[in-house]
């Protein structure tokens, strides 16, 4: 049984090395000086970290630092709702209940690009384009489907007679939710966070369209920040790509183990 097993060790050795790649040759460019145009799939025989000091000069900490705060004000809010919505709908299976996954499910297949100059025109209009509710808003309503969609079917694996005891002992459903159930979603919380705010982190077809002011730019703007029609400082921006997803990286290996718990228990029938 063993040997029969033995070809998913390559396989698995060439999936994680296609996803390698991009990091490799973003560490390799982000090292090199722009006088140099050997190939990019070899390493450097030197390490040059001027584009580090370039990538700081520019808007990345700026960006940086916006983006953590968007993210964290998105997500928080992603993993509350998502959590209050999703604990009806998977305990109430009705046809109307049924209808609202349904919708939830249509509203995730909706591409971003294609709603974007309505969306435009209702945030300008609102007075809320280049500000952190506006940006915030939207992430939450794209994004929150994906976290009612996850925590619905965690959820619906949980026993009901869990809810029949604490209705027994005299809990409502708020009571129960927030004392029985949401301690029990520690696991698909950390999915839900990670997913959630890696999307929110990389975004930027919102952020190109409504934040147009220079103090309150993303992660994603600034690293395009490096690239104009009369020039492009390509190394500087390997650099910042490189700044930029640390915060990402670190977030995933401090919760790695509740995501892959959250995602094996989730994977349930929606």
Not at 5 to 23: G, N, S, T
Request: glycine share 6%; aromatic share 12%; net charge positive.
């Amino acid at each position: 049984m063993k040997r029969r097993h033995l070809w998913r060790i390559p396989v698995a050795l060439l999936i994680v090395l296609i996803y390698l790649i991009p990091f490799y040759i973003v560490i390799s460019v982000s090292l090199r000086h722009s006088s140099d145009h050997s190939s990019w799939w070899a390493l450097p025989n030197y390490l040059f970290f001027g584009n580090y000091a370039t990538a700081l000069k520019g808007s990345i900490l700026q960006g940086i630092l916006n983006s953590v705060i968007i993210t964290i004000s998105s997500v928080a809010l992603i993993v509350i709702f998502g959590a209050l919505a999703a604990y009806p709908l998977a305990r109430n299976k009705n046809k109307l209940n049924r209808a609202v996954r349904i919708f939830v499910l249509g509203v995730m297949m909706v591409p971003q690009l294609s709603i974007i100059v309505p969306i435009y025109s209702l945030v300008t209009n609102l007075k809320l384009g280049s500000t952190y509710p506006g940006i915030v808003l939207l992430l939450v309503t794209f994004f929150l489907p994906l976290s009612i969609f996850i925590f619905t079917n965690f959820i619906a694996s949980i026993p009901r007679d869990l809810d029949e005891a604490a209705a027994i002992d005299g809990c409502g459903p708020i009571r129960t939710f927030f004392l029985i159930i949401m301690p029990q979603l520690k696991p698909v919380t950390a999915s839900v966070i990670i997913l959630t705010g890696v999307n929110c982190w990389n975004d930027f077809q919102f952020s190109l369209y409504l934040l147009q002011k220079p103090q309150i730019t993303s992660v994603t703007l600034a690293i395009s920040g490096f690239f104009a029609q009369v020039g492009s400082n390509v190394y500087a921006a390997a650099a910042a790509a490189v700044l930029g997803v640390i915060p990402v990286i670190g977030l995933f290996l401090a919760m790695q183990k509740y995501f892959i718990k959250g995602m094996v228990d989730s994977a349930v029938k929606f």
